[in-house]
């Protein structure tokens, strides 16, 4: 099965900050990668497909890149409402999530 | 709109049996692969596996075959999870989610039910 790596496990912000969440794959997934925002007591909430496809109605200062076996998402001017928890999936071969970042206030 | 609305919590005692439901409405059920994830206690996401909503054919991720089985009602265009003999580790939120793209597995999860918890304890 591919191993999905997160990192950091947990990362303090301030608001207006640029975050970067890093996503590891044990092997090579090409562009079979998504991201989702989590908050508590909520299902799971689709940002970007395909690596770096921004989902509908998702805020442009969310964007993802890589390939193969890096990638990473990116919060430009981070805002209050995105403080939560960031998962990676890989869908190259069945599906896996990576252990989660918490993103928290500073 | 297109949405998955899921049964209430349930609380169960060990060894009995849950049937969790998730009911699709804004799209046709049959065009979507239907997925389930597991979320225990302020722990992560987990892929259980997923079912061909056009044939009905359930796969299983590792970990999830035995006591987990994925069935479908078409006519009311609603997907089930059923877990037998219930263990305390099972306790967790249980979510459907559709497969983004018709007809494609595996794929990324656009809609996603609200969860259900399920709670074992004796």
């Known amino acids: 099965a591919i191993r999905m790596t997160q990192s950091p496990s947990s990362l303090s912000a301030s608001t207006g900050d640029r975050v970067t969440i890093t996503c590891r794959a044990s092997?090579?997934?090409?562009?079979?990668l998504a991201w989702y925002q989590q908050k508590p007591g909520k299902a799971p909430k689709l940002l970007i497909y395909?690596?770096?496809t921004l989902q509908s109605g998702v805020p442009s200062r969310f964007s993802g890149s890589g390939s193969g076996t890096d990638f990473t998402l990116t919060i430009s001017c981070l805002q209050s409402e995105d403080f939560a928890t960031y998962y990676c999936?890989?869908?190259?071969?069945?599906?896996?999530f990576g252990q989660g970042t918490k993103l928290e206030i500073k | 709109q297109v949405q998955l609305v899921q049964s209430g919590s349930e609380l169960k005692k060990p060894g009995a049996s849950v049937k969790v439901s998730c009911k699709a409405s804004?799209?046709?059920?049959?065009?979507?692969?239907m997925n389930w994830v597991r979320q225990a206690p302020g722990q992560g996401l987990e892929w259980m596996g997923w079912?061909?909503?056009?044939?009905?054919?359930?796969t299983y991720a590792q970990g999830f075959t035995g006591r987990f089985v994925f069935s479908l009602d078409t006519s009311v265009s609603t997907a089930y999870l059923q877990i037998s003999s219930l263990k305390a580790e099972d306790t967790a939120v249980y979510y459907c989610?559709?497969?983004?793209?018709?007809?494609?597995?595996?794929?990324?999860?656009?809609?996603w039910g609200q969860g259900t918890m399920v709670t074992v304890s004796s």
């Open positions: 989610a559709r497969g983004r793209t018709m007809f494609e597995f595996p794929n990324a999860f656009d809609i």
């Open positions: 804004g799209y046709t059920f049959t065009s979507y692969a």
């Open positions: 079912i061909n909503t056009n044939t009905g054919n359930p």
């Open positions: 092997q090579g997934i090409s562009s079979y």
């Open positions: 395909a690596a770096s």
């Open positions: 999936q890989q869908y190259y071969s069945y599906s896996t």
